[in-house]
């Protein structure tokens, strides 16, 4: 009998060790402040991380307990949103997911400066290739963001080859002019214009040119041996250009894209949209008679007029015969026609057969024969000026962010700072500035669809979710499109890309309680306030919405709570070490008996 408890008991604190902390914490330590530096040749005031730019990476194994020590020594405010690092998720599981350290203006309150903040959460049941950025006061134009990789459990294999090595590359439009200039603008409604260049891990373009780029820029060269195979992570992390990606002479096998393994194809060139990731294996198959250029380049405008908005690195064989010369490799070549571009986006498929972050293969939840319970319809328009305020709208309304981050007024009933009204449909006519958001089903399936009255290329995302992307075409969305839906193998990720005049429609299972943000990708529409937030409440167990950590910040109407202004550095991740001393006693206590 004792024996028999005994072993019951040991599974129990066993069992309270993994839930509680049997996954390895892997701690980072992140200071933020200023630097001047030239990526294009003009010194500026450039946001790094540890004095990097980009940023260090956050490399973990799905499953890791993460913990991110945020110092602020920047001069403003500063909140770091994991992009994509809450979402993701496989569908079907209990999600273990934190609303809480999500690093958005309306669910979290920012890092003051000289203050710093630990972000701690579980990437739990993720994998894939993600980035970090500042969330607020359009700092993302200044850096501040780098890389965040999953990397796959020893018990779950890679639908590929292992490759030889990782090679990231950041790539995204640039101003010479730094965040507060920018933001400046955008408030005087002013256009921010054409970007000074693009930069790729923080670094100008190579001389490919002599009048096109000038002497002395420091540029990108990526060393590799010839024939094996890498793993290529690229992230858009620009302001608002869409790029199109390509290695000369190299094809880019697709195999992943935010957390979900592609159907695996090979591209000669792929376009890569603001906050998109992808990877790509890459074969050193070529004779390197010559280093290759790697470039990136702005889609969807005139070409001639945009040259200077192209980025350029060298891929460098170490038995290379000589420099990278002549002309780049063409772009596509479809200025008046986007088409190929939305169909090389259909291409994208899941790979149904591949496991991802668990055992199970990624296509076993049928999406396609779930009955969707809810649909949104949101519609971005051009910003515009809405009583006096310069603003971009999402059905018509222009987000203002809450005094009181809206978990913290939840939490402690502080009423009044923003409302459940937020519309299904665009509302026509008018445009208003309000703290509006959704008032979801928790556990329903919904169906959205993104329709961009904008003129520009925009990208949408969601935090907290990842949703399957189950059409695009052009023109107005109707209920008939239903029909042309991929319902078999769409891709599932958290940033898509909608065609100006086009829509995208995407469906998405709501089952991770908390408020989450939806929001344009393109940081300049973001910014003017073209999001909104999702609020999905678990009626069963409420108490998972006010689970708030005992470091939380405090500010608005609940700024007198907030006790240091220094980094709460209590550690709380002891609890494997709990999980093995209730073995113990329990242990003990059964053998007392
Ligand atoms: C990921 O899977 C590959 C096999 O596909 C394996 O070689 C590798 O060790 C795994 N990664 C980890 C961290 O275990
Ligand atoms: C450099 O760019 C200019 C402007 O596009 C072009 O006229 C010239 O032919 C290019 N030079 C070379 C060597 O490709
Ligand atoms: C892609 O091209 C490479 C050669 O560059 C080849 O080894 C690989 O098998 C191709 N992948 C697919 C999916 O066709
Ligand atoms: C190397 O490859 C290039 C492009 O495929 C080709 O033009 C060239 O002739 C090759 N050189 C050698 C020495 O094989
Ligand atoms: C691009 O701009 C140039 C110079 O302004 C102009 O001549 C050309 O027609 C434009 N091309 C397109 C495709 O609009
Ligand atoms: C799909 O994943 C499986 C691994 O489960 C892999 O063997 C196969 O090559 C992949 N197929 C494609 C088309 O990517
Ligand atoms: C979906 O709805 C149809 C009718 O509207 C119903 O017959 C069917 O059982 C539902 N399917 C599921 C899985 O609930
Ligand atoms: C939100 O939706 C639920 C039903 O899902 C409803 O009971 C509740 O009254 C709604 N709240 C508001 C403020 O509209
Ligand atoms: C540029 C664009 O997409 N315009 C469309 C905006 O939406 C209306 C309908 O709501 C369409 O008629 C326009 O063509």
Not at 6 to 12: E, G, P, R
Not at 248 to 263: A, R
């Amino acid at each position: 009998m004792a024996a028999y408890l005994k072993l019951i008991l040991l599974y129990f604190g066993l069992l309270i060790s993994r839930c509680l902390g049997g996954d390895p914490l892997v701690k980072f330590q992140f200071d933020y402040s200023y630097k001047t530096i030239s990526p294009l040749g003009v010194p500026q005031q450039v946001i790094v991380v540890n004095d990097r730019f980009p940023g260090p990476p956050i490399e973990v194994v799905t499953n890791n307990n993460v913990e991110v020590d945020v110092n602020n020594k920047l001069d403003e405010p500063l909140l770091v949103n994991c992009h994509e690092m809450n979402a993701c998720y496989r569908n079907g599981i209990q999600l273990k997911d934190n609303p809480w350290q999500d690093g958005v203006r309306a669910t979290n309150c920012p890092i003051p400066p000289k203050a710093s903040f630990t972000y701690r959460f579980q990437v739990k049941d993720q994998i894939g290739s993600f980035f970090y950025q500042p969330s607020i006061n359009f700092q993302r134009a200044s850096g501040g963001f780098g890389p965040f990789f999953i990397g796959n459990r020893s018990v779950i294999p890679l639908p590929f080859p292992l490759p030889d090595a990782d090679i990231v590359l950041m790539i995204g439009d640039w101003y010479t002019r730094d965040h507060k200039a920018l933001r400046a603008d955008l408030d005087a409604g002013k256009d921010l214009g054409m970007p000074d260049g693009v930069l790729i891990n923080g670094k100008g373009p190579y001389q490919y040119n002599t009048s096109l780029v000038p002497d002395g820029i420091e540029y990108e060269s990526i060393q590799v041996e010839p024939g094996k195979t890498y793993r290529f992570r690229v992230h858009n992390v620009g302001i608002s250009t869409s790029l199109n990606f390509r290695i000369q002479n190299h094809n880019l096998d697709l195999v992943e894209t935010e957390g979900y393994y592609t159907s695996q194809t090979n591209y000669s060139n792929f376009d890569i949209h603001v906050g998109q990731s992808y990877t790509f294996l890459v074969t050193m198959d070529q004779n390197a008679s010559s280093d290759y250029y790697i470039v990136a380049s702005a889609r969807f405008q005139n070409e001639s007029l945009w040259q200077r908005v192209t980025g350029v690195a060298i891929l460098h064989y170490s038995n290379s015969k000589g420099k990278a010369a002549g002309p780049l490799p063409d772009p596509p070549n479809d200025f008046y026609d986007k088409t190929w571009s939305m169909n090389q986006a259909r291409s994208v498929r899941q790979n149904g057969s591949a496991s991802g972050a668990r055992p199970n293969p990624q296509g076993s939840f049928h999406y396609g024969n779930i009955n969707v319970t809810d649909t949104y319809i949101f519609q971005s328009l051009p910003p515009t000026t809405i009583h006096g305020k310069h603003g971009a709208t999402l059905n018509g309304i222009s987000f203002v962010n809450p005094k009181t981050p809206i978990l913290l007024a939840d939490w402690k009933d502080v009423k009044g700072d923003y409302k459940l009204d937020f519309p299904s449909r665009p509302l026509t006519g008018h445009h208003r500035l309000d703290t509006s958001i959704i008032n979801g089903t928790f556990k329903g399936f919904a169906e959205i669809v993104f329709q961009n009255n904008d003129t520009v290329m925009q990208t949408f995302h969601m935090d907290g979710f990842s949703f399957y992307v189950v059409g695009m075409d052009y023109g107005v969305w109707s209920e008939d499109r239903r029909g042309s839906y991929n319902n078999w193998d769409a891709i599932y990720r958290c940033t898509v890309q909608v065609f100006p005049g086009a829509w995208t429609a995407v469906l998405v299972y709501l089952d991770n309680p908390g408020t989450w943000n939806i929001r344009a990708g393109n940081l300049d529409r973001w910014y003017l306030g073209q999001e909104t937030y999702i609020k999905l409440v678990n009626h069963e167990d409420k108490s998972s919405l006010f689970s708030a950590p005992d470091n939380v910040r405090f500010c608005g109407a609940l700024a007198s709570l907030q006790k240091e202004t220094g980094g709460a550095k209590s550690i709380n991740w002891n609890t494997n070490l709990l999980g093995i001393l209730l073995i113990v006693v329990f242990v003990a206590l059964v053998d007392l008996h």
